[in-house]
DNA sequence: TCCGTTACGTA
DNA sequence: CGTACGTAACGGAC
């Protein structure tokens, strides 16, 4: 047994167990903890490869000031005991546990839900205390934050730097591996010790057979450690590596202890430490049943695309640039034509002046034939290696991409999803890549999902008596804000399906006044007319003045107390610099909420297995061909909420096979 | 290799 | 006084 020892506010002690006979003092230490922090360390992230490529490492359990690394890498005896240990827990702490549940469960099969229901993870207890990543002002929610801060101040950037000092470390560990000599014609030749050619190659037999200038050369033992490779490539007794793994249980075991008291009475109230777990423990299924992938139509789009592509790039060199990506370079290229360009980038510290914008608006706007091509040539290089390529390079085995589910991140608590789909950043309105995602063999694909949320939901909160009427008697809100801002304009109120003349306005202003914004993010963002937007805006406080009264109070509240709370007791931490957030984030962290509610009652119901990936307000089903309708409906029955009178519905659309198939239909509302 | 910047996709 | 994200390419700093 190997014994590491480290001061983290105190003496900290590291077990490591290196053969069968230091397990006993392993198992005592579990009988005599029944609550542990946890953790594992494995090759890489991509758990869906276990057993072909990725497996779990070490394993490590500790308490306040002692941690036990167990090299499960090594087989039995060491995944049976970490198997006891994780039955035997009564209590368990882990930062981000569905990784750890996914590593146990695919290489170890370890069944996760007895572990979920006694796991606490310290992610989810630090967003409940402050939400906010390090760049909005907050604490952060990774390990290398939370622990400087919370535990020792000078330990998170140690932890957050020795895998990359272990990394380098490996890099300069160099070996002889041969010669290199010069021939008579003054050619160099590499002879290395494992060619079978030369078996018993030395200097001597070298220089008899006519070499010159004969030097041995090293390469580095590990070859090329990157951050990436460490995790595969680190000796599993490398000291600094064991220490790296044996204080994560440890940090996780303090954070818990350290959280817990931190966290708001109304959140504990309100049950959100239960809620949020649960919640987890649903994300979790999904990433792990993941999305099946359609191979051929993938591929097809990726082919179509390289060829799009090599002849725009063509094009594009023609007029002298050789990078489309480079701003720089079509800056030069633009200028050397003539062409002005204006608009610029705001001041930074690098850049004090700003820099000439070469985005889509700009670009849009240059009548060159390189314009028009650049934009087409990034529109096509996105699509492929951002979507198509991911979709085909994540498959497991089974043909299937997993993605990551951050359950509870965003300053404002909603789901993010990485990896394999990037579901937040798929085209909208089209299926073009969504085709790539397909129900299983025989299953429908079904999405559910709410219409206009958060709108509805400001009209129940804020109580206004006349944007609850236009929900009440189904009236078209847009039309409503641009009635109230401009006249009826010849709009008749009656005419269920009459547009009003500024409805595009109305509609701008409905969205971004619920965002927080003003006049003038209306007029550029939605590309209305100053005077129009400024009419539009006072026009929509006027029509709807709950609205006006419940803005100025979550204001308020956010600059005096540093934070609001949403009607489910969460406790977002605004920017001192942004109090007028205040009402977006209660309204936008509510309804990430009742999408979370949506989740779990699903869940109840037993929708699960058919749940593929929830997208802000949208929920992604596979259903049995025969039973779709039925389980679609009965989907949006379930997810349908009532806030203070007001019903906030769910719609649902069936499609074939793949999910684009969801927006390809006749008649769909997307 | 890291990180700030720019750009672009979504609710 | 637009909010919240993820991802990629570029290019200077380290």
Redesign the pocket.
């Known amino acids: 047994m190997k014994i590491l020892r480290a001061d983290v506010k105190g003496p900290v002690t590291i077990y490591v167990v290196e053969t069968p006979e230091d397990l006993p003092g392993f198992r005592q230490f579990v009988l005599d903890n029944p609550f542990m922090g946890f953790d594992t360390e494995t090759t890489g992230l991509d758990w869906w490869n276990a057993g072909d490529g990725f497996h779990c490492r070490l394993a490590q359990f500790g308490n306040h000031d002692t941690a036990w690394v167990l090299p499960v890498e090594l087989g039995e005896p060491f995944v049976s005991a970490t198997k006891w240990a994780l039955v035997t827990a009564e209590r368990l702490a882990a930062q981000n546990r569905g990784f750890d549940f996914h590593t146990v469960e695919e290489d170890l099969g370890v069944d996760p839900f007895p572990l979920v229901q006694k796991t606490w993870d310290t992610k989810i207890l630090a967003h409940l205390v402050d939400?906010?990543?390090v760049?909005?002002g907050g604490i952060g929610l990774k390990l290398e934050e939370l622990v400087p801060h919370y535990i020792c101040a000078d330990m998170g950037a140690r932890v957050k730097k020795s895998m990359?000092e272990i990394?380098q470390d490996m890099n300069r560990q160099k070996k002889a591996v041969g010669f290199k000599a010069r021939n008579r014609s003054g050619e160099t030749r590499e002879f290395r010790y494992d060619s079978p050619e030369w078996p018993e190659l030395t200097k001597e037999l070298l220089k008899a057979v006519g070499f010159t200038h004969i030097r041995e050369f090293a390469e580095p033992i590990y070859g090329?450690v990157?951050?990436?490779n460490v995790w595969k490539k680190v000796p599993l007794f490398h000291e600094g590596y064991l220490l790296y793994a044996g204080m994560d249980p440890i940090f996780a075991f303090r954070l818990t202890n350290t959280l817990f008291p931190l966290i708001p009475r109304r959140s504990l109230h309100y049950g959100l430490i239960g809620w949020e777990h649960r919640l987890n423990w649903i994300t979790y299924q999904l990433e792990r049943t993941g999305y099946l992938v359609d191979e051929k139509y993938t591929r097809d789009r990726i082919e179509e695309l390289k060829e799009e592509e090599a002849r725009l790039l063509e094009v594009i060199q023609g007029y002298g640039v050789e990078?489309?990506?480079?701003?720089?370079?079509l800056i030069e290229a633009f200028q050397g034509f003539g062409i002005k360009l204006k608009?610029?980038?705001?001041?930074?510290?690098?850049?004090p002046e700003?820099?000439?914008?070469?985005?889509?608006?700009?670009?849009s706007a240059i009548e060159h034939p390189l314009a028009q091509a650049v934009?087409d040539y990034?529109?096509a290089?996105?699509k492929r290696?951002?979507w198509f390529?991911?979709a085909l390079n994540y498959r497991d085995k089974n043909g299937r991409v997993h993605?990551?589910i951050?359950s509870l991140?965003?300053?404002?608590s909603?789901m993010?999803?990485?990896?394999?789909i990037?579901a937040?950043?798929?085209?909208?309105?089209?299926g073009y890549v969504r085709h790539c995602f397909l129900a299983e063999v025989g299953h429908v694909t079904a999405t559910v999902?709410?219409s206009s949320?958060e709108l509805m939901f400001l009209a129940a909160d804020s109580g206004d008596r006349r944007m609850l009427k236009a929900y009440n008697e189904g009236e078209d809100l847009h039309n409503i804000t641009a009635a109230g801002a401009f006249g009826p304009m010849g709009w008749d109120p009656n005419d269920k399906e009459a547009k009003h003349p500024k409805r595009k306005a109305g509609k701008?202003t409905n969205?971004?006044v619920?965002?927080?914004?003003?006049?003038?993010?209306?007029s550029?963002?939605?590309g209305i007319e100053e005077a129009d937007a400024k009419r539009a805006?006072n026009g929509f406080w006027e029509t709807f003045p709950a609205t006006k009264e419940h803005s100025k109070k979550y204001?308020e509240e956010a600059r005096q107390n540093g934070f609001i709370y949403t009607a489910t007791g969460r406790r977002i931490l605004t920017?001192e610099?942004?109090?007028?957030?205040g009402m977006?984030?209660r309204i936008?962290g509510t309804c990430r909420d009742i999408t979370a509610r949506a989740l779990i009652e699903l869940d109840k119901a037993g929708f699960t297995p058919y749940m593929r990936l929830p997208?802000?307000?949208?929920i992604v089903f596979s259903f049995p061909r025969e039973r779709a309708e039925e389980m679609a409906a009965e989907a949006a029955r379930i997810m349908a909420y009532s806030y203070k009178g007001l019903t906030i519905p769910a719609d649902y659309e069936i499609g074939e096979q793949s999910w684009g198939s969801c927006l390809d239909k006749e008649g769909s509302k997307?």
């Open positions: 939400g906010r990543a760049k909005e990359t990394a090329k990157t951050k990436d990078t489309p990506g480079s701003n720089d370079q608009d610029k980038t705001k001041p930074t510290d690098r850049h700003g820099q000439y914008k070469m985005d889509e608006a700009v670009l934009l990034k529109s290089s996105k290696s951002n390529e991911k993605v990551s951050n991140h965003a300053v404002t909603r993010s999803i990485t990896g394999a990037p937040q950043t798929l085209p909208a309105g089209t999902d709410f949320m701008g969205y971004t619920c965002f927080g914004g003003g006049w003038n993010a209306v550029t963002q939605w805006v204001t920017d610099k942004r109090p007028y957030a977006n984030y936008q997208v802000h307000d949208e997307h």
